[in-house]
């Protein structure tokens, strides 16, 4: 899965992705996973039928982008297996539990392993995210 680095050319690219699903084009398979995350998220609909949105400031507010982005950040992960470990955990947490209710609960931990990296000028560290993740999906 490629997503661009740029903020407004990975916005754009969230935005084509739903309007190709709309029109009945065929995805590309990342075209896909972006329309997959969107079907979960009806509310964020219209505002990606809109590309004066993909220069919109979201503040503190809550970005759909950035949810939509962790999202298949997060899939990435699970594809990939890495961190080592968490396909397995993701897996063990959705029996018997909504998917999209796991995922945001792991995204949480993502976003917050991000913040701390950052303060600290450094790669998240893969140990305390999985220990990180375990925590939140045995609540």
């Known amino acids: 899965m490629i997503l661009s680095h740029d903020r407004k050319a990975l916005r754009k690219q969230m935005c084509e992705a739903w309007a190709k699903h709309q029109a009945g084009a065929v ?4 075209e896909q996973s972006i329309v997959d995350v969107v079907l979960w998220h009806p509310e964020w609909h219209a505002l990606l039928e809109n590309e004066a949105s993909t220069t919109a400031d979201f503040g503190a507010n809550g ?13 990435e992960q699970l594809s990939t297996d890495r961190p080592h470990g968490i396909r397995a955990l993701y897996h063990r947490a959705k029996i018997g539990h909504d998917a999209h209710e796991i995922e945001h609960r792991m995204m949480r931990v993502l976003a917050e392993s991000f913040s701390i990296a950052a303060q600290k000028g450094a790669f998240p560290d893969e140990a305390e995210y999985l220990l990180a993740l375990q925590d939140a999906l045995r609540s």
């Open 63 to 75: 970005n759909p982008y950035f949810h939509l982005a962790l999202h298949l950040g997060l899939r």
């Open 27 to 30: 995805l590309s398979p990342l």
